[in-house]
């Protein structure tokens, strides 16, 4: 296995940082500095130490969370808030969020140790679908949603199509649900507000195949290894559709007369006065 890689793993840093830390002499194999990028490591055999901290190989593990609201999805929080990790008891090793929820925002989230994993179910390439429920003020019209569907703009640029349905009404609000294929920064919100109806409360109820139907807030569990094998078809299957959709985006027609004939000129110009025909 690559060092990079191993690190990775473990929970040390990214690919990209750990090769930052071997050009610092941080990291050490069977006690020499580890200096050539790419290296390879037997797992069973090999020391590994970062900053004198033996590492060792941690088993990948991935959870799936019902995140409550109030709770940040990153490592650490400069103003103490609480961190969705606080949550997850009793697992070995160093967890990261998959993606990001909003701190007001509730709903399905996966954690692992996995940094390969994690990579391939948030690129953008991949395009693992997110379902959200978004309960937005007043009613938006049947265009309205149309306009959801065939993509607005967001920061300057379009969304990609994504699958938009009306999934209840009430008397001064509605409930929308988003089917999305990519992950920008608070899209949902920002897509309801494209369109007049801002988000007043969003849950995030499927992440790909994984659902928190049967999982009360707050609470997590273990992904089993079959729901990982499907989440990692989903998104080889989503990257092989945008490849085609891709590949099939129509180029500009040139005009080709019929019969090989040549096309009729167009009106003679005029010769501007004192220059060339």
Request: glycine share 10%.
């Given at each position: 296995m690559r060092l990079q890689k191993f690190l990775a793993q473990a929970g040390v840093a990214s690919r990209r940082h750990a090769e930052e830390m071997m050009a610092q002499g941080l990291i050490r194999v069977n006690g020499q500095p580890a200096t050539q990028m790419g290296?390879?490591?037997?797992?069973?055999?090999?020391?590994?130490?970062?900053?004198?901290?033996?590492?060792?190989?941690?088993?990948?593990v991935a959870v799936l969370l019902h995140k409550p609201?109030?709770?940040?999805?990153?490592?650490?929080?400069?103003?103490?808030?609480?961190?969705?990790?606080?949550?997850?008891?009793?697992?070995?090793?160093?967890?990261?969020?998959v993606g990001r929820l909003d701190f007001d925002t509730s709903g399905a989230l996966l954690l692992t140790n996995d940094g390969d994993l994690a990579q391939a179910l948030i690129h953008p390439r991949h395009?693992?679908?997110?379902?959200?429920?978004?309960?937005?003020?007043?009613?938006?019209?049947?265009?309205?949603?149309?306009?959801?569907?065939?993509?607005?703009?967001?920061?300057?640029?379009?969304?990609?199509?994504?699958?938009?349905?009306?999934?209840?009404?009430?008397?001064?609000?509605?409930?929308?649900?988003?089917?999305?294929?990519?992950?920008?920064?608070?899209?949902?919100?920002?897509m309801a507000e494209a369109i007049g109806h801002p988000v007043l409360k969003l849950t995030r109820v499927a992440f790909g195949t994984l659902t928190v139907a049967d999982l009360p807030v707050g609470r997590w569990r273990f992904v089993t290894l079959d729901e990982l094998e499907s989440l990692r078809s989903l998104a080889a299957k989503s990257a092989r559709h945008a490849e085609e959709l891709r590949a099939e985006k129509p180029k500009p027609a040139s005009f080709k007369p019929r019969n090989g004939a040549k096309p009729a000129p167009g009106p003679a110009r005029r010769p501007r006065k004192g220059g060339r025909p």
């Open positions: 290296q390879r490591i037997d797992t069973e055999r090999d020391f590994v130490k970062v900053a004198g901290k033996t590492v060792r190989a941690e088993k990948p609201k109030g709770y940040m999805c990153t490592a650490d929080d400069p103003e103490g808030r609480p961190l969705v990790t606080d949550l997850i008891r009793g697992v070995r090793g160093r967890l990261f969020p395009g693992v679908p997110r379902t959200y429920i978004a309960k937005v003020k007043g009613q938006p019209t049947v265009e309205q949603v149309e306009k959801l569907r065939r993509g607005v703009y967001v920061d300057g640029r379009k969304t990609l199509p994504a699958r938009v349905s009306v999934a209840g009404t009430m008397e001064k609000n509605s409930l929308l649900k988003f089917v999305l294929s990519e992950g920008r920064n608070r899209q949902v919100k920002k």
